[in-house]
C-alpha cells in the first residue's frame, strides 16, 4: 500500500495510486449547501489536501473521482475558474513579504486569463482577477485559500507587525464580499480562528464548520476509516511489534487518537502520524517532531499560564474560537494548534472541559515543557520510568532519592515565584507517568490546597513544598491542615512527603517522608 505521507495533491495521489480515504460526500455536502467556508484544523491533519481535492472537483475533473462516493451523488461536473491561494510558502518577515506572495499568485493568475494589472495594490488586482475570471468563462469563480492565517501566525510576538499584516489581509479577504456576485463557492483553512480581530469583518455570510458535528471528520481518519482502509495495514503493524491486531488498534488509539472538534463527536486520529506509523511499523511521535511549540509555552510563561491545568482545563465556545485572547489565555491556541482537545461539555452552562488527545501529544507536550523549566534535553525518559514503578511500588524513599537527584543535575531557572515554578517543573515530572497514577496540583480541602496529590490503585502521597523551609515544616502543614483526613476510610496506604526547596541552591535542599 501506497501511503501519501507528505503528499497534498489530490490529482498526484488518485493517478499515482496512493490511498485515499474518502471524504468526497462531506466536499459535495458543502458544495451545494453553501457559499462561503472556514476551517480550523491542526497542522498536518490534511487541510491543505481537502483545497486540492476541492479545487479538482471545481475544476470538472469527474475522472478523478471514479469510485468516490461523489461519483453517485454528483450529475452535472460544471466546471468553474478557480483561484487558489496558498500562503504556507513563505516565512513573513515584513509586510512586503506578505505582497510579494500575493503578487506572485496574481500574476499567475492574471497571465491565465490574459490581463494587464491596472492597479498596483493586491485587493484591486485581486478584483480584477475575479472579474476576468468570470467574463471568460461565463462561470462564477471558485476561491480556496490554504492557511490564510501564516503571515499573522508567524508574528504573534510582534504587535506591530502582526496588525499591518492583518490589515492588508483583511482588505484582501474583504474583495470577496464585494465580489460575491462573481463567486460560486470560497473556501478557507488554517490552524487559528481569528476573532476580534475582523480579518473577516467584510466576509459576514463565512460559515465556520471548525466545530460543526456534521463535517467533523473531514480532516482527519476515524475510527471507520482506520477499519475501512488500512485493516491489512494494521495487521503487518501487529506482526511487525508481536502485537495482536486487537493490540495494535489499541495501541494507535491510544497514541494517535482522541481529537475532539465539537462536542459529542467521533474521536479522530491524526493522519499524519498514522500514515508513518503504518509506513515505518513503528509507533513514534511523528506529529509533534514536526514542529515544536516554542511560542505557545512562551505564552504559557508570559501569562503565569498554571501548568497543572493541562490534563483539565476549560473554557467555553467563545473563548475556543478566539485566537484574540491568546496574549491573556493560551487556551485559544493550545486547542486550536491540537494541543489540546475536547474531552467533556457541560450543555447547561456551555462549557468544555479541555485534555491532551492522545499519549504522543501529550508526552511529546510535557516533554518539551519540561526541557523548558529544566535542562533535562530528553535525559529524563529512563528517570521517569523508574519513578513511575516506584510509586506503583509505594518507594517514596526511592522516589525521592531520584526527584532530588535529577534536579541536583539540572540548570534549573527559578523566575517569578519559586514556589510555585518548582511546584510545576515537579508536576510536570509526574504527569509524563503512567495513567496507572492520578496527579492532582493545588487539591482543595476544606483547610487549604494540596500542592501535590498523588493516587496509584494501592497508595496516595501528599506531597507538599516549601521554598526555602525545612521539610519538616512542610510536613506540619499537611498534618496541621489536616490533609490526609480524607483519605482515612481509604484503603489505601498514605504517605507524606515534605520537600524543601532551595532558590539560591536551585535544587532540593531536604525532603522528609512520614
Not at 496529590?453 to 512542610?474: G, H, Q, R
Request: glycine share 6%; with cysteine.
Amino acid at each position: 500500500m501506497l501511503y501519501p505521507i507528505g503528499i497534498q495533491n489530490f490529482e498526484k495521489i488518485r493517478k499515482d495510486g496512493y490511498v485515499y480515504v474518502d471524504k468526497t460526500d462531506l466536499v459535495y455536502k458543502m458544495a451545494k449547501t453553501g457559499g462561503y467556508y472556514f476551517l480550523s484544523r491542526p497542522r498536518r491533519f490534511g487541510k491543505s489536501l481537502l483545497i486540492s481535492t476541492l479545487e479538482a472537483y471545481f475544476s470538472g475533473k469527474k475522472e478523478l473521482f471514479e469510485g468516490l462516493k461523489i461519483a453517485d451523488l454528483e450529475k452535472d461536473w460544471i466546471q468553474h475558474p478557480v483561484l487558489r491561494f496558498d500562503m504556507s510558502g513563505q516565512e513573513y518577515k515584513n509586510v512586503a513579504d506578505l505582497s510579494e506572495t500575493l503578487y506572485q499568485h496574481l500574476k499567475n493568475m492574471e497571465n491565465l486569463y490574459d490581463i494587464s494589472p491596472r492597479f498596483d495594490s493586491p485587493e484591486s488586482r485581486f478584483k480584477d482577477v475575479i472579474d476576468a475570471a468570470y467574463e471568460k468563462t461565463g462561470r462564477r469563480v471558485v476561491i480556496l485559500i490554504d492557511e490564510y492565517d501564516k503571515p499573522i501566525v508567524d508574528n504573534l510576538g510582534n504587535d506591530e507587525l502582526a496588525d499591518a499584516l492583518r490589515r492588508q489581509l483583511q482588505g484582501f479577504y474583504s474583495v470577496m464580499k464585494a465580489k460575491d456576485g462573481c463567486i460560486q463557492f470560497g473556501f478557507l483553512t488554517g490552524v487559528t480562528k481569528i476573532g476580534k480581530l475582523s480579518i473577516f469583518s467584510g466576509l459576514n455570510n463565512l460559515k465556520d464548520i471548525s466545530m460543526d458535528a456534521r463535517y467533523t471528520d473531514i480532516c482527519g481518519i476515524s475510527e471507520n476509516d482506520l477499519t475501512e482502509y488500512f485493516s491489512e495495514s494494521v495487521k503487518e503493524l501487529a506482526e511487525a511489534n508481536d502485537l495482536t491486531v486487537k493490540e495494535a488498534y489499541n495501541q494507535l488509539a491510544e497514541m494517535y487518537d482522541g481529537y475532539h472538534f465539537c462536542e459529542d463527536s467521533t474521536g479522530i486520529y491524526n493522519p499524519f502520524s498514522v500514515l508513518n506509523t503504518l509506513d515505518s511499523k513503528r509507533f513514534k511521535e511523528y506529529w509533534f517532531e514536526t514542529g515544536t511549540p516554542s511560542f505557545l509555552v512562551k505564552i504559557m510563561k508570559d501569562t503565569d499560564y498554571d501548568v497543572t491545568r493541562l490534563s483539565f482545563e476549560q473554557a467555553d465556545t467563545t473563548l475556543l474560537t478566539d485566537i484574540d485572547s491568546a496574549f491573556h489565555n493560551p487556551i485559544p491556541l493550545l486547542y486550536q494548534s491540537g494541543y489540546l482537545t475536547i474531552k467533556d461539555y457541560d450543555k447547561k452552562f456551555g462549557i468544555y472541559t479541555l485534555g491532551f488527545p492522545n499519549l504522543e501529544v501529550k508526552h511529546g507536550f510535557l516533554s518539551y515543557l519540561l526541557n523548558y523549566y529544566t535542562s533535562a534535553k530528553g535525559s529524563g525518559n529512563l528517570l521517569i520510568r523508574q519513578m513511575n514503578n516506584d510509586l506503583l511500588s509505594g518507594r517514596p524513599k526511592d522516589f525521592m532519592k531520584r526527584m532530588e537527584s535529577f534536579f541536583a543535575k539540572q540548570n534549573y531557572q527559578i523566575q517569578g515565584n519559586a514556589e510555585k515554578d518548582f511546584q510545576y517543573a515537579m508536576s510536570i515530572i509526574l504527569q509524563l507517568l503512567s495513567d496507572s497514577i492520578s496527579i492532582h496540583s493545588e487539591e482543595s480541602t476544606s483547610e487549604g490546597r494540596i500542592d501535590i496529590l498523588a493516587e496509584t490503585p494501592l497508595f496516595v502521597y501528599i506531597i507538599e513544598i516549601k521554598v526555602n523551609a525545612s521539610a519538616e515544616i512542610a510536613l506540619q502543614q499537611i498534618e496541621e491542615k489536616g490533609y490526609a483526613r480524607r483519605f482515612a476510610d481509604n484503603q489505601r496506604k498514605v504517605f507524606k512527603i515534605g520537600v524543601s526547596f532551595s532558590s539560591q541552591k536551585r535544587c532540593i535542599d531536604d525532603w522528609a517522608i512520614e
